[in-house]
């Protein structure tokens, strides 16, 4: 799929620091001013983006509906606890990422930003979400591209979200393959010279397919028995690695349940 499209190069390039762009013309927007409380998190959000070199990152597995639409997440882990954690969904029509930032357990901030593709047309947006103590506190958005961090843009404006539809538990889940994101297996695809072992969600929305570099005796019973235990829940380990200008997602072990 060929996207021109700035968000998909900040997806792909820039973790943090936002997309770049032309400039909104016109003359500049008055600033919002903020209060004690917003700039208290924008600080603790700050705090993050300054050690996140140091931070550990975990990926999820990959998930796919079909062969258009992706959704994996990244979490960035302190010895005290995760600190950020990254939602990023691609399809044919949507580019969307979302940025969760945490403090003791609990999310204070979250910075979203999405490209819907009707035709030749793009329509985008941008939030930044103040959370205090679990609850939705200030929404601002914008629909137009900046080259300017994300709390020194004067472009942003008062809006309103369901707060419900921002479940970062969604993300924990897609981590730690629980609830709709537990597995199962399927079957093994062989494309010469290559083999993948094909896992599904229990509903069989999404799938995972790993590249075996590796073959292991879990996998030689699998191999041999697949009829057998195709439906059986299972636990998987993984890593990522490029292969000929492809990132692979490779197999590295799991265990039956």
Known sequence: MEVKSTLLSCLLGVLIWGCNSPAKKGGAAEPIQKDSLQLVIEEKVLSIIEMQD????????????GASETYAVRSYNHPIGVKLIVEEFFSNTEISQRLFYFESGHPIFIKESASIFHDSIEDY????????????????????YLDVFMFDDTTFR????NLNEYDYENALHALNQTDK???????????????????ETVDSSMNVALFI???????NLLYDNAEEYKGRAIKVSHYFEEMNGIERMIYNGAILE
């Open 181 to 199: 994101y537990a597995l199962h297996f399927d079957e093994f695809l062989s494309i010469e010279p290559q083999t993948y072992i094909i896992l």
């Open 125 to 144: 947006t941008e939030r930044k979400i103040y959370l205090n103590e679990g609850e939705l506190y200030k929404v601002f958005e914008k629909d137009k």
């Open 213 to 219: 570099q590796e073959g292991d005796s879990l996998l």
């Open 158 to 161: 008062e809006g309103t979200i």
């Open 54 to 65: 140091s931070l550990t990152i975990v990926p999820s597995l990959r998930y796919s509906k």
